[in-house]
Protein backbone atom coordinates (compact mmCIF):
# COMPACT_ATOMS: atom_id res chain seq x y z
CA UNK A 1 0.00 0.00 0.00
CA UNK A 2 1.56 3.79 -0.40
CA UNK A 3 0.43 4.58 3.09
CA UNK A 4 2.71 1.91 3.72
CA UNK A 5 5.62 3.54 2.20
CA UNK A 6 5.00 6.94 3.70
CA UNK A 7 4.86 5.37 6.81
CA UNK A 8 8.14 3.76 6.40
CA UNK A 9 9.67 6.62 5.21
CA UNK A 10 8.82 8.42 8.14
CA UNK A 11 10.69 6.28 10.62
CA UNK A 12 13.97 8.19 11.95
CA UNK A 13 17.36 6.88 11.54
CA UNK A 14 18.58 7.03 14.88
CA UNK A 15 16.61 4.55 17.65
CA UNK A 16 14.94 7.00 20.41
CA UNK A 17 13.84 4.84 23.48
CA UNK A 18 9.86 5.56 24.00
CA UNK A 19 8.63 7.96 26.47
CA UNK A 20 7.26 6.30 29.73
CA UNK A 21 4.09 7.44 30.23
CA UNK A 22 3.48 8.22 34.41
CA UNK A 23 0.96 5.07 35.26
CA UNK A 24 -2.31 6.59 36.65
CA UNK A 25 -4.81 3.97 38.24
CA UNK A 26 -8.15 4.29 37.00
CA UNK A 27 -11.47 4.18 38.97
CA UNK A 28 -12.59 1.27 41.04
CA UNK A 29 -15.73 -0.01 38.58
CA UNK A 30 -16.58 -2.17 41.68
CA UNK A 31 -17.03 0.24 44.79
CA UNK A 32 -20.32 -0.52 44.92
CA UNK A 33 -19.51 -3.92 46.03
CA UNK A 34 -17.93 -2.52 49.39
CA UNK A 35 -21.32 -0.91 50.57
CA UNK A 36 -20.68 -1.12 54.59
CA UNK A 37 -24.45 -1.90 54.77
CA UNK A 38 -23.92 -4.71 52.11
CA UNK A 39 -27.00 -3.05 50.19
CA UNK A 40 -27.83 -3.06 46.61
CA UNK A 41 -28.23 -0.48 43.74
CA UNK A 42 -30.96 -0.28 41.52
CA UNK A 43 -31.91 1.63 38.19
CA UNK A 44 -35.30 3.11 37.86
CA UNK A 45 -36.48 5.64 34.82
CA UNK A 46 -39.68 7.60 35.02
CA UNK A 47 -40.64 10.19 32.57
CA UNK A 48 -37.61 11.76 31.44
CA UNK A 49 -35.51 10.93 34.63
CA UNK A 50 -33.25 7.99 35.33
CA UNK A 51 -32.10 7.56 38.85
CA UNK A 52 -29.87 4.70 40.27
CA UNK A 53 -30.73 3.87 44.27
CA UNK A 54 -29.77 2.69 47.11
CA UNK A 55 -32.50 0.15 48.04
CA UNK A 56 -32.39 1.00 52.00
CA UNK A 57 -34.50 -1.92 53.34
CA UNK A 58 -33.68 -1.62 56.98
CA UNK A 59 -34.57 2.10 56.92
CA UNK A 60 -37.26 1.51 54.44
CA UNK A 61 -36.65 3.90 52.06
CA UNK A 62 -34.15 4.24 48.91
CA UNK A 63 -31.23 6.41 49.18
CA UNK A 64 -30.23 8.82 45.84
CA UNK A 65 -26.59 7.64 44.20
CA UNK A 66 -27.20 9.32 41.23
CA UNK A 67 -29.95 11.11 39.12
CA UNK A 68 -30.27 12.73 35.16
CA UNK A 69 -32.63 14.04 33.11
CA UNK A 70 -32.47 12.67 29.32
CA UNK A 71 -29.98 10.60 30.07
CA UNK A 72 -31.06 7.99 27.63
CA UNK A 73 -32.93 8.35 24.55
CA UNK A 74 -35.15 4.32 24.66
CA UNK A 75 -33.59 2.68 27.65
CA UNK A 76 -31.02 2.08 30.00
CA UNK A 77 -29.50 -1.49 30.42
CA UNK A 78 -26.62 -2.93 33.45
CA UNK A 79 -23.96 -5.28 31.96
CA UNK A 80 -24.31 -8.71 33.16
CA UNK A 81 -21.38 -8.39 36.38
CA UNK A 82 -22.89 -4.69 37.10
CA UNK A 83 -19.69 -3.13 36.21
CA UNK A 84 -21.25 -0.79 33.51
CA UNK A 85 -24.59 1.08 33.05
CA UNK A 86 -25.36 1.25 29.04
CA UNK A 87 -27.49 4.05 27.58
CA UNK A 88 -28.87 4.15 24.13
CA UNK A 89 -29.09 7.38 22.11
CA UNK A 90 -29.41 8.04 18.67
CA UNK A 91 -25.72 8.22 17.31
CA UNK A 92 -25.02 5.15 19.16
CA UNK A 93 -24.76 3.99 22.62
CA UNK A 94 -22.60 4.50 25.99
CA UNK A 95 -21.34 3.33 29.31
CA UNK A 96 -20.74 4.73 32.66
CA UNK A 97 -19.67 3.90 35.80
CA UNK A 98 -17.37 5.10 38.17
CA UNK A 99 -16.53 4.72 42.09
CA UNK A 100 -19.13 7.87 43.69
CA UNK A 101 -21.01 8.85 40.49
CA UNK A 102 -21.45 7.37 37.28
CA UNK A 103 -18.95 9.31 34.53
CA UNK A 104 -19.08 8.61 31.06
CA UNK A 105 -16.18 6.17 30.60
CA UNK A 106 -16.83 4.61 26.37
CA UNK A 107 -19.07 6.03 23.28
CA UNK A 108 -19.76 3.16 20.74
CA UNK A 109 -20.73 4.82 17.64
CA UNK A 110 -23.99 3.37 15.94
CA UNK A 111 -26.12 5.49 14.57
CA UNK A 112 -30.34 4.42 14.99
CA UNK A 113 -29.13 1.87 17.43
CA UNK A 114 -32.08 0.16 18.38
CA UNK A 115 -30.80 -3.25 20.95
CA UNK A 116 -27.78 -3.72 22.48
CA UNK A 117 -26.57 -6.67 24.35
CA UNK A 118 -23.19 -7.63 26.16
CA UNK A 119 -21.06 -10.69 26.59
CA UNK A 120 -21.48 -12.75 29.79
CA UNK A 121 -18.31 -11.40 30.90
CA UNK A 122 -18.58 -7.66 29.51
CA UNK A 123 -15.89 -7.60 27.34
CA UNK A 124 -17.75 -7.02 23.73
CA UNK A 125 -21.19 -4.83 23.52
CA UNK A 126 -23.00 -5.76 20.52
CA UNK A 127 -25.39 -3.32 18.84
CA UNK A 128 -28.42 -3.66 15.78
CA UNK A 129 -29.86 -1.24 13.47
CA UNK A 130 -32.21 -2.26 11.04
CA UNK A 131 -32.96 0.48 8.32
CA UNK A 132 -35.76 0.70 5.65
CA UNK A 133 -34.85 0.31 2.24
CA UNK A 134 -34.86 3.08 -0.85
CA UNK A 135 -36.91 -0.10 -2.69
CA UNK A 136 -40.11 -0.83 -0.52
CA UNK A 137 -39.76 -4.03 -2.18
CA UNK A 138 -36.61 -4.95 -0.52
CA UNK A 139 -36.22 -6.09 2.88
CA UNK A 140 -34.87 -3.88 5.66
CA UNK A 141 -31.33 -3.24 6.06
CA UNK A 142 -29.09 -4.37 9.15
CA UNK A 143 -25.97 -3.47 11.02
CA UNK A 144 -24.44 -5.34 14.03
CA UNK A 145 -21.77 -4.19 15.31
CA UNK A 146 -19.47 -5.80 17.90
CA UNK A 147 -17.08 -3.25 20.31
CA UNK A 148 -14.65 -4.36 22.74
CA UNK A 149 -15.88 -2.57 25.63
CA UNK A 150 -12.89 -0.90 27.09
CA UNK A 151 -11.68 0.34 23.94
CA UNK A 152 -14.52 1.03 21.84
CA UNK A 153 -12.93 -0.37 18.83
CA UNK A 154 -15.60 -2.39 16.70
CA UNK A 155 -13.89 -5.69 16.35
CA UNK A 156 -16.49 -7.19 13.85
CA UNK A 157 -19.33 -5.92 12.09
CA UNK A 158 -22.31 -7.45 10.55
CA UNK A 159 -24.24 -6.30 7.15
CA UNK A 160 -27.40 -7.35 5.12
CA UNK A 161 -30.93 -7.88 4.64
CA UNK A 162 -33.34 -8.75 7.85
CA UNK A 163 -34.22 -11.64 5.72
CA UNK A 164 -30.43 -13.17 6.94
CA UNK A 165 -31.02 -12.80 10.51
CA UNK A 166 -34.25 -14.02 10.90
CA UNK A 167 -34.67 -17.28 12.54
CA UNK A 168 -34.01 -19.75 10.25
CA UNK A 169 -32.65 -17.47 7.62
CA UNK A 170 -36.38 -16.37 6.20
CA UNK A 171 -38.92 -13.62 7.57
CA UNK A 172 -39.37 -10.42 7.90
CA UNK A 173 -38.07 -8.00 9.91
CA UNK A 174 -40.43 -8.76 13.08
CA UNK A 175 -38.57 -12.34 12.42
CA UNK A 176 -35.33 -11.15 14.10
CA UNK A 177 -34.48 -12.74 16.77
CA UNK A 178 -32.93 -10.59 20.15
CA UNK A 179 -29.92 -11.32 20.62
CA UNK A 180 -28.83 -12.57 16.81
CA UNK A 181 -25.70 -13.73 18.71
CA UNK A 182 -25.78 -15.64 21.66
CA UNK A 183 -22.49 -16.25 23.99
CA UNK A 184 -21.64 -19.52 25.03
CA UNK A 185 -19.10 -20.71 27.73
CA UNK A 186 -19.82 -18.61 30.87
CA UNK A 187 -17.86 -15.31 31.52
CA UNK A 188 -14.42 -16.93 29.01
CA UNK A 189 -16.46 -14.52 26.11
CA UNK A 190 -14.51 -17.07 23.87
CA UNK A 191 -17.30 -17.83 21.18
CA UNK A 192 -20.64 -16.75 19.63
CA UNK A 193 -23.09 -18.01 17.94
CA UNK A 194 -25.64 -17.28 15.41
CA UNK A 195 -28.41 -19.61 13.53
CA UNK A 196 -28.67 -19.71 9.83
CA UNK A 197 -30.70 -21.15 7.23
CA UNK A 198 -29.39 -25.67 7.95
CA UNK A 199 -25.99 -24.31 9.31
CA UNK A 200 -25.45 -22.85 13.12
CA UNK A 201 -22.43 -20.31 12.42
CA UNK A 202 -20.14 -20.34 15.60
CA UNK A 203 -17.24 -17.26 16.22
CA UNK A 204 -14.68 -17.77 18.16
CA UNK A 205 -13.26 -13.81 19.44
CA UNK A 206 -9.42 -13.87 18.73
CA UNK A 207 -9.90 -13.75 15.40
CA UNK A 208 -13.41 -13.04 15.33
CA UNK A 209 -13.95 -15.84 12.55
CA UNK A 210 -16.02 -18.94 12.36
CA UNK A 211 -13.94 -22.07 13.85
CA UNK A 212 -12.48 -24.11 11.20
CA UNK A 213 -13.67 -20.97 8.50
CA UNK A 214 -16.88 -22.70 8.67
CA UNK A 215 -20.51 -22.98 10.10
CA UNK A 216 -21.80 -26.67 11.32
CA UNK A 217 -23.73 -27.91 8.78
CA UNK A 218 -26.95 -28.88 10.13
CA UNK A 219 -30.39 -29.45 8.12
CA UNK A 220 -33.47 -27.50 9.20
CA UNK A 221 -32.30 -26.44 12.66
CA UNK A 222 -34.44 -24.06 13.63
CA UNK A 223 -32.94 -23.26 17.38
CA UNK A 224 -30.38 -23.88 19.75
CA UNK A 225 -28.69 -22.43 22.99
CA UNK A 226 -25.28 -22.87 24.70
CA UNK A 227 -24.87 -24.32 27.56
CA UNK A 228 -24.41 -21.50 30.90
CA UNK A 229 -21.35 -22.73 32.03
CA UNK A 230 -19.57 -25.35 29.42
CA UNK A 231 -19.26 -24.80 26.06
CA UNK A 232 -22.18 -26.89 24.76
CA UNK A 233 -24.65 -26.18 22.08
CA UNK A 234 -28.45 -27.66 22.39
CA UNK A 235 -29.67 -27.72 18.74
CA UNK A 236 -33.45 -28.59 17.97
CA UNK A 237 -34.51 -29.91 13.95
CA UNK A 238 -37.95 -30.37 13.71
CA UNK A 239 -39.83 -33.64 11.96
CA UNK A 240 -38.96 -33.56 8.54
CA UNK A 241 -41.09 -35.37 5.55
CA UNK A 242 -44.18 -35.95 7.55
CA UNK A 243 -42.79 -37.53 10.19
CA UNK A 244 -40.90 -40.21 8.13
CA UNK A 245 -37.89 -38.00 9.36
CA UNK A 246 -37.98 -37.99 13.77
CA UNK A 247 -37.20 -34.08 15.11
CA UNK A 248 -34.37 -34.69 17.48
CA UNK A 249 -32.11 -32.83 20.24
CA UNK A 250 -28.76 -33.03 19.75
CA UNK A 251 -25.84 -31.40 21.81
CA UNK A 252 -22.65 -30.88 19.75
CA UNK A 253 -19.62 -29.97 21.90
CA UNK A 254 -17.62 -26.65 20.66
CA UNK A 255 -14.93 -26.42 19.43
CA UNK A 256 -14.31 -29.94 18.62
CA UNK A 257 -18.18 -29.38 16.92
CA UNK A 258 -18.16 -33.50 18.36
CA UNK A 259 -21.83 -34.40 18.65
CA UNK A 260 -21.96 -35.55 22.80
CA UNK A 261 -25.55 -36.96 22.72
CA UNK A 262 -29.00 -37.41 20.03
CA UNK A 263 -32.07 -38.04 21.02
CA UNK A 264 -34.61 -38.53 18.52
CA UNK A 265 -38.79 -37.36 19.58
CA UNK A 266 -41.46 -38.56 17.48
CA UNK A 267 -44.76 -36.83 16.64
CA UNK A 268 -43.17 -33.93 17.81
CA UNK A 269 -45.09 -30.05 16.85
CA UNK A 270 -42.64 -27.70 18.97
CA UNK A 271 -40.03 -27.80 21.16
CA UNK A 272 -38.48 -25.50 24.21
CA UNK A 273 -34.76 -26.16 26.07
CA UNK A 274 -34.43 -24.29 29.55
CA UNK A 275 -30.93 -24.99 30.78
CA UNK A 276 -30.69 -25.10 34.40
CA UNK A 277 -28.10 -21.90 35.90
CA UNK A 278 -25.00 -24.29 36.96
CA UNK A 279 -25.23 -26.53 33.08
CA UNK A 280 -25.96 -29.58 35.36
CA UNK A 281 -29.95 -30.35 33.60
CA UNK A 282 -31.14 -29.47 30.63
CA UNK A 283 -35.19 -29.87 30.08
CA UNK A 284 -36.61 -30.15 26.67
CA UNK A 285 -40.47 -29.67 26.78
CA UNK A 286 -41.62 -31.24 23.86
CA UNK A 287 -45.40 -30.90 22.11
CA UNK A 288 -46.28 -34.35 21.03
CA UNK A 289 -50.08 -34.70 18.66
CA UNK A 290 -51.79 -37.27 19.97
CA UNK A 291 -52.89 -40.20 17.37
CA UNK A 292 -55.25 -38.13 15.97
CA UNK A 293 -52.97 -36.00 15.25
CA UNK A 294 -56.03 -33.51 16.53
CA UNK A 295 -54.72 -31.92 19.78
CA UNK A 296 -51.09 -32.14 21.80
CA UNK A 297 -49.74 -33.14 24.79
CA UNK A 298 -46.64 -32.45 26.67
CA UNK A 299 -44.06 -34.24 28.33
CA UNK A 300 -40.43 -33.30 28.88
CA UNK A 301 -37.05 -34.83 28.36
CA UNK A 302 -34.11 -34.87 31.48
CA UNK A 303 -31.24 -34.54 30.43
CA UNK A 304 -28.34 -34.64 33.21
CA UNK A 305 -25.16 -33.33 31.50
CA UNK A 306 -22.51 -33.59 34.07
CA UNK A 307 -23.28 -37.56 34.24
CA UNK A 308 -21.57 -40.52 32.23
CA UNK A 309 -23.37 -40.54 28.97
CA UNK A 310 -25.65 -38.14 29.73
CA UNK A 311 -28.42 -40.08 30.57
CA UNK A 312 -32.07 -39.13 29.69
CA UNK A 313 -35.25 -39.47 31.80
CA UNK A 314 -38.69 -38.49 30.33
CA UNK A 315 -41.07 -37.15 32.57
CA UNK A 316 -44.95 -36.87 31.86
CA UNK A 317 -47.69 -35.38 34.57
CA UNK A 318 -50.33 -37.19 36.08
CA UNK A 319 -52.91 -35.50 32.96
CA UNK A 320 -50.62 -35.27 30.61
CA UNK A 321 -53.09 -33.57 28.72
CA UNK A 322 -52.37 -30.54 30.89
CA UNK A 323 -51.44 -27.64 28.78
CA UNK A 324 -48.46 -26.01 30.41
CA UNK A 325 -48.10 -22.46 30.98
CA UNK A 326 -44.63 -21.84 32.56
CA UNK A 327 -41.97 -23.69 33.53
CA UNK A 328 -38.64 -22.48 35.43
CA UNK A 329 -35.23 -24.84 37.27
CA UNK A 330 -34.31 -23.85 40.56
CA UNK A 331 -30.93 -21.29 40.25
CA UNK A 332 -28.24 -23.83 41.62
CA UNK A 333 -30.46 -26.40 42.39
CA UNK A 334 -32.00 -29.72 41.54
CA UNK A 335 -35.71 -28.86 41.40
CA UNK A 336 -38.06 -27.25 39.23
CA UNK A 337 -41.40 -26.23 39.13
CA UNK A 338 -44.15 -26.19 36.07
CA UNK A 339 -47.96 -24.56 36.41
CA UNK A 340 -50.09 -26.60 34.51
CA UNK A 341 -54.05 -26.92 33.77
CA UNK A 342 -56.47 -25.29 31.18
CA UNK A 343 -58.92 -23.52 33.73
CA UNK A 344 -58.62 -20.39 35.21
CA UNK A 345 -56.74 -21.88 38.71
CA UNK A 346 -54.00 -23.97 37.12
CA UNK A 347 -52.19 -25.94 39.49
CA UNK A 348 -48.23 -26.37 40.50
CA UNK A 349 -45.88 -28.79 40.67
CA UNK A 350 -42.45 -29.21 41.97
CA UNK A 351 -40.38 -31.98 40.98
CA UNK A 352 -36.45 -32.96 41.93
CA UNK A 353 -33.83 -34.53 40.00
CA UNK A 354 -32.50 -35.94 43.01
CA UNK A 355 -35.00 -37.81 44.79
CA UNK A 356 -34.68 -39.61 48.25
CA UNK A 357 -34.27 -43.26 47.78
CA UNK A 358 -32.71 -42.94 44.16
CA UNK A 359 -30.50 -39.48 43.12
CA UNK A 360 -30.91 -41.07 39.62
CA UNK A 361 -34.19 -40.14 39.23
CA UNK A 362 -36.67 -37.36 38.86
CA UNK A 363 -39.79 -37.18 41.90
CA UNK A 364 -42.90 -34.96 42.14
CA UNK A 365 -42.05 -32.80 45.75
CA UNK A 366 -45.86 -31.83 45.58
CA UNK A 367 -49.05 -29.92 43.73
CA UNK A 368 -50.45 -26.72 44.62
CA UNK A 369 -54.23 -26.97 43.51
CA UNK A 370 -55.97 -24.14 41.91
CA UNK A 371 -53.65 -21.16 42.58
CA UNK A 372 -54.15 -17.71 40.58
CA UNK A 373 -50.60 -17.98 38.86
CA UNK A 374 -49.54 -17.92 35.59
CA UNK A 375 -45.47 -16.84 36.39
CA UNK A 376 -42.78 -18.16 38.27
CA UNK A 377 -39.81 -16.24 39.71
CA UNK A 378 -37.32 -17.87 41.91
CA UNK A 379 -34.77 -16.56 44.29
CA UNK A 380 -31.74 -16.68 42.48
CA UNK A 381 -30.57 -18.86 45.73
CA UNK A 382 -32.97 -21.01 45.41
CA UNK A 383 -35.35 -22.78 47.75
CA UNK A 384 -37.85 -19.92 47.59
CA UNK A 385 -40.36 -18.80 44.59
CA UNK A 386 -42.97 -16.03 43.90
CA UNK A 387 -45.86 -17.58 42.04
CA UNK A 388 -46.93 -14.54 40.54
CA UNK A 389 -50.62 -13.96 38.68
CA UNK A 390 -49.65 -11.24 36.41
CA UNK A 391 -52.06 -9.51 33.38
CA UNK A 392 -55.35 -11.37 34.04
CA UNK A 393 -54.68 -12.55 37.94
CA UNK A 394 -54.09 -8.44 38.61
CA UNK A 395 -50.86 -9.04 40.17
CA UNK A 396 -51.67 -11.95 43.26
CA UNK A 397 -48.22 -12.74 44.75
CA UNK A 398 -48.19 -16.21 46.69
CA UNK A 399 -44.26 -16.37 48.30
CA UNK A 400 -43.64 -20.10 48.78
CA UNK A 401 -40.11 -22.00 51.16
CA UNK A 402 -39.74 -24.88 48.44
CA UNK A 403 -37.67 -26.59 51.28
CA UNK A 404 -40.87 -26.77 53.72
CA UNK A 405 -43.18 -27.01 51.28
CA UNK A 406 -45.13 -24.23 52.90
CA UNK A 407 -46.61 -20.82 51.76
CA UNK A 408 -44.70 -18.27 53.62
CA UNK A 409 -47.19 -14.93 52.69
CA UNK A 410 -49.95 -13.92 49.90
CA UNK A 411 -50.29 -10.51 49.05
CA UNK A 412 -51.18 -8.47 45.90
CA UNK A 413 -49.53 -5.91 43.76
CA UNK A 414 -52.44 -4.65 41.70
CA UNK A 415 -51.86 -4.50 37.94
CA UNK A 416 -48.14 -5.41 38.65
CA UNK A 417 -46.29 -6.07 35.26
CA UNK A 418 -42.80 -6.73 36.44
CA UNK A 419 -41.19 -8.99 38.97
CA UNK A 420 -37.52 -8.99 39.94
CA UNK A 421 -35.61 -10.79 42.82
CA UNK A 422 -32.19 -9.13 44.04
CA UNK A 423 -28.76 -10.39 43.04
CA UNK A 424 -28.32 -11.67 46.68
CA UNK A 425 -32.32 -12.93 47.30
CA UNK A 426 -33.44 -10.98 49.91
CA UNK A 427 -36.16 -8.63 48.46
CA UNK A 428 -38.05 -8.91 45.78
CA UNK A 429 -39.53 -5.57 43.62
CA UNK A 430 -42.71 -5.82 41.77
CA UNK A 431 -43.24 -2.55 39.79
CA UNK A 432 -46.91 -1.53 37.61
CA UNK A 433 -45.23 -0.11 34.65
CA UNK A 434 -46.61 2.88 31.96
CA UNK A 435 -48.27 0.11 29.82
CA UNK A 436 -51.01 1.00 32.63
CA UNK A 437 -52.03 4.60 33.02
CA UNK A 438 -52.82 3.81 36.24
CA UNK A 439 -50.82 3.10 40.39
CA UNK A 440 -47.58 3.31 38.23
CA UNK A 441 -44.59 2.97 40.54
CA UNK A 442 -42.92 -0.05 42.30
CA UNK A 443 -43.05 -1.93 45.38
CA UNK A 444 -40.02 -3.67 47.56
CA UNK A 445 -40.85 -6.85 49.43
CA UNK A 446 -38.68 -8.94 51.88
CA UNK A 447 -37.66 -12.84 50.59
CA UNK A 448 -40.73 -13.88 52.95
CA UNK A 449 -43.68 -11.46 51.46
CA UNK A 450 -43.30 -8.11 53.91
CA UNK A 451 -43.86 -4.93 52.16
CA UNK A 452 -41.18 -2.58 53.09
CA UNK A 453 -41.92 0.62 51.80
CA UNK A 454 -43.91 1.47 48.24
CA UNK A 455 -42.72 4.24 45.63
CA UNK A 456 -45.22 5.73 43.18
CA UNK A 457 -43.99 7.49 40.26
CA UNK A 458 -45.86 8.76 37.33
CA UNK A 459 -44.64 7.43 33.33
CA UNK A 460 -42.97 4.55 35.09
CA UNK A 461 -40.43 2.53 32.37
CA UNK A 462 -37.67 0.99 33.98
CA UNK A 463 -36.88 -0.95 37.36
CA UNK A 464 -33.21 -3.12 36.81
CA UNK A 465 -31.38 -4.57 40.20
CA UNK A 466 -27.92 -3.96 39.56
CA UNK A 467 -26.48 -7.54 39.25
CA UNK A 468 -23.48 -8.91 41.35
CA UNK A 469 -20.48 -10.59 39.93
CA UNK A 470 -20.24 -14.27 41.31
CA UNK A 471 -18.40 -14.83 44.85
CA UNK A 472 -14.66 -15.15 44.95
CA UNK A 473 -15.62 -17.57 48.14
CA UNK A 474 -14.97 -21.54 46.89
CA UNK A 475 -18.04 -23.97 47.59
CA UNK A 476 -16.12 -25.26 50.42
CA UNK A 477 -16.01 -21.77 52.25
CA UNK A 478 -19.33 -21.37 51.85
CA UNK A 479 -20.35 -24.11 53.57
CA UNK A 480 -18.27 -23.55 56.03
CA UNK A 481 -20.16 -19.76 56.40
CA UNK A 482 -23.45 -21.61 56.36
CA UNK A 483 -22.48 -24.04 58.93
CA UNK A 484 -21.14 -21.46 61.81
CA UNK A 485 -23.33 -18.93 60.45
CA UNK A 486 -24.45 -17.58 63.89
CA UNK A 487 -21.18 -16.69 64.92
CA UNK A 488 -21.20 -14.03 61.78
CA UNK A 489 -24.73 -13.14 62.34
CA UNK A 490 -24.29 -12.00 65.50
CA UNK A 491 -22.55 -8.77 64.67
CA UNK A 492 -25.25 -7.92 61.74
CA UNK A 493 -27.68 -8.73 64.57
CA UNK A 494 -26.46 -6.22 66.86
CA UNK A 495 -26.37 -3.69 64.00
CA UNK A 496 -29.83 -4.71 63.26
CA UNK A 497 -31.27 -4.28 66.84
CA UNK A 498 -29.83 -0.58 66.56
CA UNK A 499 -31.40 0.62 63.43
CA UNK A 500 -34.67 -0.90 65.00
CA UNK A 501 -33.83 1.29 68.04
CA UNK A 502 -32.97 4.57 65.78
CA UNK A 503 -36.48 3.54 64.42
CA UNK A 504 -37.82 3.64 67.36
CA UNK A 505 -36.15 6.83 68.62
CA UNK A 506 -37.13 8.23 65.52
CA UNK A 507 -41.31 7.30 66.05
CA UNK A 508 -40.94 8.19 69.33
CA UNK A 509 -39.58 11.62 68.34
CA UNK A 510 -42.18 12.11 65.22
CA UNK A 511 -44.75 11.38 68.34
CA UNK A 512 -43.04 14.10 70.33
CA UNK A 513 -43.31 16.44 67.41
CA UNK A 514 -46.60 15.58 66.82
CA UNK A 515 -47.54 16.39 70.76
CA UNK A 516 -46.37 19.49 70.72
CA UNK A 517 -48.07 20.72 67.28
CA UNK A 518 -51.42 20.09 68.87
CA UNK A 519 -50.36 21.94 72.26
CA UNK A 520 -48.81 25.14 70.30
CA UNK A 521 -52.38 24.95 68.27
CA UNK A 522 -54.61 24.72 71.76
CA UNK A 523 -52.69 27.42 73.03
CA UNK A 524 -53.28 29.67 69.86
CA UNK A 525 -56.66 29.30 70.08
CA UNK A 526 -56.77 29.80 73.66
CA UNK A 527 -54.78 33.44 73.02
CA UNK A 528 -57.63 34.30 70.46
CA UNK A 529 -60.23 33.17 72.88
CA UNK A 530 -59.42 35.35 75.32
CA UNK A 531 -58.54 38.22 73.09
CA UNK A 532 -62.27 38.25 71.91
CA UNK A 533 -64.05 38.07 75.73
CA UNK A 534 -64.38 41.29 76.32
CA UNK A 535 -66.18 41.32 72.45
CA UNK A 536 -68.30 38.72 73.80
CA UNK A 537 -69.07 39.93 76.61
CA UNK A 538 -70.01 42.77 75.04
CA UNK A 539 -72.33 41.67 72.61
CA UNK A 540 -74.14 39.55 75.78
CA UNK A 541 -74.97 42.94 77.68
CA UNK A 542 -71.93 42.71 79.82
CA UNK A 543 -72.72 39.36 81.51
CA UNK A 544 -69.33 37.29 81.38
CA UNK A 545 -70.58 33.82 79.93
CA UNK A 546 -66.98 32.32 79.81
CA UNK A 547 -66.58 31.23 83.51
CA UNK A 548 -67.32 27.56 84.42
CA UNK A 549 -68.75 29.18 88.25
CA UNK A 550 -71.50 31.42 86.08
CA UNK A 551 -73.64 28.27 85.19
CA UNK A 552 -75.82 26.72 87.71
CA UNK A 553 -77.06 22.63 87.23
CA UNK A 554 -81.21 22.54 88.46
CA UNK A 555 -83.04 19.28 87.85
CA UNK A 556 -86.40 20.02 85.91
CA UNK A 557 -89.21 16.91 85.97
CA UNK A 558 -91.45 17.33 83.67
CA UNK A 559 -94.47 15.20 83.52
CA UNK A 560 -95.78 14.27 79.94
CA UNK A 561 -98.52 12.17 78.51
CA UNK A 562 -97.71 9.61 76.19
CA UNK A 563 -100.87 7.98 75.22
CA UNK A 564 -104.37 8.55 75.83
CA UNK A 565 -106.83 5.96 75.47
CA UNK A 566 -110.90 5.68 76.21
CA UNK A 567 -112.39 1.99 76.61
CA UNK A 568 -115.95 0.85 77.33
CA UNK A 569 -116.05 -1.85 80.18
CA UNK A 570 -119.62 -2.19 80.04
CA UNK A 571 -122.80 -2.01 78.04
CA UNK A 572 -126.58 -1.52 79.79
Not at 109 to 117: F, S
Not at 403 to 411: I, K
Amino acid sequence: MFDDFDKYMRVPDEWAPPEIKPYTPGENLQKWLTDEKARDQFVIRAGTDTEVLWNDARQSKTELVYKRTYWTESFVQWSPLGTYLATVHRQGAAVWGGANTFNRLMRYAHPQVKLIDFSPGEKFLVTYSSHEPSNPRDANRVVINIFDVRTGKVMRDFKGSADEFTIGGAGGVAGVSWPVFRWGGGKEDKYFAKLGKNMISVYETETFSLIDKISLKVENVVDFSWSPTDLILALFVPELGGGNQPARVSLVQIPSKVELRQKNLFSVSDCKMYWQSNGEYLAVKADRYTKTKKSTYTGFELFRIKERDIPIEVLELDNKNDKIIAFAWEPKGHRFAVIHGDNPRPDISFYSMKSSHNLGRVSKLTTLKGKQANALFWSPGGRFIVLAGLKGFNGQLEFFNVDELETMATAEHFMATDIEWDPTGRYVATAVTSVHEMENGFNIWSFHGKLLYRILKDHFFQFLWRPRPPPFLSAEKEEEILKYLKKYSKKYDAEDQDVSMLLSEQDREKRRMLKEEWEKWISEWRRASEEEKLERQKLRDGEASDEEEEYEAKEVEVEEILDFSEEVLFEE
